[in-house]
């Protein structure tokens, strides 16, 4: 991206789509926080279903839509970058990687056919295809993308916590490919005496392989992360802080990104191919990623001659893709399923779509031309734009004027702000956390205060007879009714009711929440919110600037979705280069 659009335009998105999710994040977890029996987090609620609490039925069914589709897009976009590695280090090893071609039929590069095209099996080394790749724009189930399955697929059946050991240690050695990357773009010729080690603000426009289409899409894919967020709160120590977990990760990944961007960008400028245009100053062979130019003979010359030097940055290549691609796979499809499973899905069925579904889709998508920038691209533009970003600004635009209009139930101790005066100390009172009873995941009946019933469901109330609870939204996934400070659900099995969530009568006097006694032996974290009480913001002022978030991020990803579109429809595929590096 710095090689196409020089460094300007990407340095201003990347400080102010960091800025913004961040925001976003915390904005969103405020709204979730602030549904009623959830204080602290001390439910247990998923994305859609507090798009509902808010916004009701058919936002829910939009939200679903997003999240799936940001969620799937980000799984597929993965699949298809740990199954090409995986077959490079297959090549690398076996001297060829083997797959079964679905659709063969004749490929031809100057007027030479090639004959792995035509095979129903084939095989390649796809760390040499200088001379064309028999697998472009071929449906292809290889070797690398059957071993990449085989490693992901059991970490899917773990619940989120379960996968922390492999998350960590999928960090520690992520952060040791980075540095081998990082080194050695310094041995590059550019970086040696009379190197030209420089990339321009921004490129020049006229030149076939620069444009700048490419920046917000893929900068918005790094930084879609918001719709796994309320399964990490669900999750956490009672102790951990949202704000500074949020702020923190995100300026450090901002950091990394600046840091194993612009070096590298600057040494291998002319080997890599942009995001949008799929081209490169050489004109031919151009890299898709850093990482092909490490495991092809563009690899700076000191490091390929040096046995021991290349071994490590052959390894850092190969290892990449298991522990820092693969990895993320198995989160993004358990928070699908969690999401799925509290919707009222089965096990069998949420497993199905959020764990193999999207093996399946980048099946045909594997092997196309520049699919993997372009699935970046547009599924970034059109669903993260909206599902990470919009969504939850909009529910913080939503929990200002209930807040404003007093229709918020807030928790034992906390009053309803006026318009020019937040406070600070809005809940000092005992907290606790209650277990679920029951079973998660059932469809089950909202009991109304008119004894009626509905199929949808999960109202998480206290037991007030106010206009919000006359008037909220019914969830999907739980029924409730308010009892003596309790939520309860029920089901349609025998109607049996077990508490949700439960609250404890608050106690006379100001206790403080951390030595507050609870369920959990851990103190609670400060209470949450996006922006401190101690700025004094007023509900029109909060309100209005998330309006503000919202209408910017409209706007860009319509300029933006538009932008690429135009640029794809004047790049010609070019099959037989496929991969090529």
């Known amino acids: 991206m710095f090689a196409e659009s020089g460094w300007l335009l990407p340095t201003i998105f990347f400080m102010l789509i960091w800025a913004m999710s961040s925001l976003s994040t915390t904005m969103y977890c405020e709204a979730m926080r602030k549904i009623p029996g959830n204080e602290h987090f001390r439910g247990r609620i998923e994305y859609s279903s507090i798009v509902a609490y808010y916004f009701g039925r058919k936002a829910y069914i939009a939200a679903q839509i997003g999240l799936n589709g940001a969620l799937q897009s980000l799984n597929v976009i993965s699949v298809i970058q740990s199954a090409q590695v995986m077959d490079n280090a297959i090549s690398a090893i076996f001297g060829h990687s083997c797959g079964v ?109 620069t444009s700048q289409a490419g920046v917000l899409g893929t900068i918005l894919f790094n930084f879609g992360f918001v719709t796994t967020v309320p399964s990490w709160v669900n999750e956490k120590r009672p102790s951990v802080s949202v704000n500074r977990v949020v702020w923190l990760s995100t300026f ?64 850092s290549v190969y290892l990449f893709p298991i522990v820092a691609v693969l990895s993320s796979i198995p989160v993004f499809s358990i928070v699908i399923k969690y999401n799925c499973v509290e919707n009222g899905w089965s096990h069998r069925s949420a497993f199905a779509w959020g764990v193999l579904f999207p093996w399946v889709i980048a099946i045909p998508l594997l092997y196309q031309p520049d699919a993997l920038n372009q699935f970046i691209t547009f599924s970034s533009l059109i669903f993260v734009s909206f599902t990470d970003f919009i969504v939850p600004w909009a529910l913080y635009m939503k929990l200002q004027r209930r807040e404003q209009s007093g229709l918020v139930a807030y928790e034992e101790g906390e009053r309803v702000d006026s318009d020019d005066d937040d406070d600070d100390n809005n809940n000092n009172s005992n907290t606790a956390t209650s277990a679920a009873g029951g079973r998660r995941g059932r469809r089950s009946d909202v009991h109304v205060e008119d004894g ?130």
């Open 252 to 315: 450090l990944c901002n950091a990394v990104f600046f840091i194993m961007g612009i070096p590298p960008a600057m040494a291998f400028s002319q080997y890599l191919a942009g995001p949008a245009t799929g081209q490169c100053a050489e004109g031919h062979g151009c890299a898709q990623s850093i990482m092909d130019i490490y495991t092809s003979h563009r690899a700076p010359e000191m490091l390929r001659h040096n046995r021991a030097a290349n071994f490590i940055l052959q390894m």
């Open 452 to 581: 009626s019933s509905t199929g949808v469901g999960l109202n998480v109330s206290t037991s007030i007879n106010s206009p919000l609870e006359q008037s909220r939204p019914r969830m999907q996934g739980y029924g409730t009714h308010a009892d003596a400070g309790h939520v309860y659900r029920s089901t349609h099995e025998g109607d049996e009711e077990s508490p949700l969530l439960s609250h404890p009568q608050p106690h006379d006097g100001d206790t403080d929440v951390s030595s507050s006694t609870s369920a959990s032996s851990e103190p609670f974290a400060p209470t949450h919110y996006a922006l401190p009480p101690s700025w004094h913001l007023s509900h029109n002022h909060k309100f209005y600037s998330a309006l503000a978030l919202v209408l910017l991020m409209t706007a860009a990803a319509i300029a933006g979705t538009v932008l690429q579109i135009e640029t794809t429809a004047s790049t010609s595929w070019d099959c037989a280069a496929v991969g090529q590096s």
């Open 101 to 209: 071609n679905v659709s063969p039929f004749a490929l031809e590069i100057n007027g030479t056919r090639l004959h792995e095209s035509v095979k129903g099996w084939s095989c390649i080394d796809t760390n040499d295809i200088e001379s064309g790749n028999a697998w472009g724009c071929h449906l292809i189930v290889s070797m690398g993308f059957l071993v990449a399955l085989a490693i992901a697929i059991p970490m899917g059946y773990f619940k989120l916590d379960d996968n922390m050991i492999v998350q960590k240690v999928a960090f520690v050695l992520t952060l040791l490919c980075w540095l081998v990357w990082l080194v050695a773009c310094f041995f590059s010729s550019e970086f040696g005496s009379g190197g030209d080690w420089h990339i321009p603000a921004v490129t020049d426009a006229s030149l076939s392989y």
